[in-house]
Nanobody
């Protein structure tokens, strides 16, 4: 059974940083790519970053977060991370990780609030 649990969210001021963690279980973590999404109230869920399987060499970012957000993975810990720097109020959202091979499996998400 695929399970995903996000953590690390919080409230920060504009310009601040956070590092989100997604812990995965129920499948061979290293064999699958992983995605990070976010959803703001009243908006659709948005794919913001993805990382390839294995060594995670291939990474892609949405234009809205490029050069500010950085995705990485630790296969030994079955974990994918999203490091976020220079946060803006528009980054306020609930953040979710996803294994794209199991698109209907979502964790509870972790909330990020960027406000002065």
């Amino acid at each position: 059974q695929v399970q995903l649990v996000e953590s690390g969210g919080g409230s920060v001021q504009p310009g601040g940083s956070l590092k989100l963690t997604c812990s995965a279980s129920g499948y061979t973590f290293s064999a699958y790519a992983m995605n990070w999404y976010r959803q703001s109230p009243g908006k659709e869920r948005e794919l913001i970053a993805d990382i390839s399987s294995g060594d995670g060499r291939k990474k892609n970012y949405a234009d809205s977060v490029k050069d500010r957000f950085f995705i990485s993975r630790n296969n030994a810990k079955n974990t994918v991370y999203l490091e976020m720097v220079r946060l803006k109020p528009d980054d306020t959202a609930t953040y979710f990780c996803q294994n794209p091979a199991y698109p209907s499996n979502w964790g509870p998400g972790t909330q990020v609030i960027v406000s002065s």
